[in-house]
């Protein structure tokens, strides 16, 4: 079978290549899933560096996301149902690059066949997480603040029209005044430009709170860190939360004990993978339907900024890095 695969951890377009492995077969408990498509997302292009929480078994194939039909099972109930069903499949080792994965049955959920291929591809990461990190962990009131940085990223653009759909507002963080007039476009309530440089967290914290009132900022979503995501912390208001769910600049958070203390504020990590391994069946059904409604209002859908073939992954990543392609990169596998 066709898989992406890499040797060592580098630059994506440089150790990335196509080439034929064997079919993997699946064990008791695990599913055999032939891949229709699968996004570039940013935390694949860090795995690939060697970068990202999770450090790759080189030779690795990539791809934590996807969709794609269950061939054969294992062994189990679970992967019995779930045969012959098109399913997001969530690998939470990587290797949906690939013409066909194996993962655990718990991995794998039926996605509505009402969804394109592209948005049923994409439809856990970032959807998953807006609703997520915005209803079922903060849970942000109608009419209240959320303050986000990166927000014209997929996500960042998925937040701001949340929050339009649930009445709450967003203050977005982006680092050009090209991206701020998009934002506007779409709807955002407010729209900060910064660069995130050493220096400028007082006086971003500083127009933050001027923006959100007296109360300060009392909700926040961070994936950038450094500069960026302490002046957020700095413009936390009494029992304001700040989630940190990326690491964007590369830097680490940079903030006095006291900034938390004195106002009783706080941080917490926020990963999807963890936060659904906690979950039921029940509940993943039940947020599988919510993000399909929510898919098809145009509320939580991808942009798809073009699709490629594993033969050609270099241009793939190529597109994913590139600024000016707006919309997510795709790989395709299979009718």
Partial sequence: MKAVRFNSPGNPAAVLTAGDIPQPVPAHGQVLVRMLASPINPSDLMFIRGQYTLQPECPATPGFEGVGIVEQSGGGLRGRLFRGKRVVVLNSRGGNWAEYTVVPSAQVIPISSALS???????????????????????????????????????????????????????????????????QALGADHVEVSDGSEGSEAALASRLRSICGASGVQFAVDAVGGPLGSAVIQSLGPAGRMLAFGTLSGLPLKFSPRTLMTVGSSVEGFWLGNFMARQGLLFKLGLVRRLTNLIQQNVLSTEIGGTWTPQDIQAAVTAAEDSQVHGKCMLRFSR
């Fill in 117 to 183: 291929v592209e948005q049923a591809a994409t439809f856990f990461v970032n959807p998953a997480t807006a609703w997520v990190m915005t209803q079922e962990v903060l849970k942000v009131p109608q009419g209240a603040w959320l303050v986000q940085t990166a927000a014209a990223s997929s996500l960042g653009t998925m937040i701001v029209r949340l929050g339009r759909h649930c009445g709450f507002r967003t203050l977005n963080i982006v680092r050009r005044e090209t991206q701020a007039a998009q934002l």
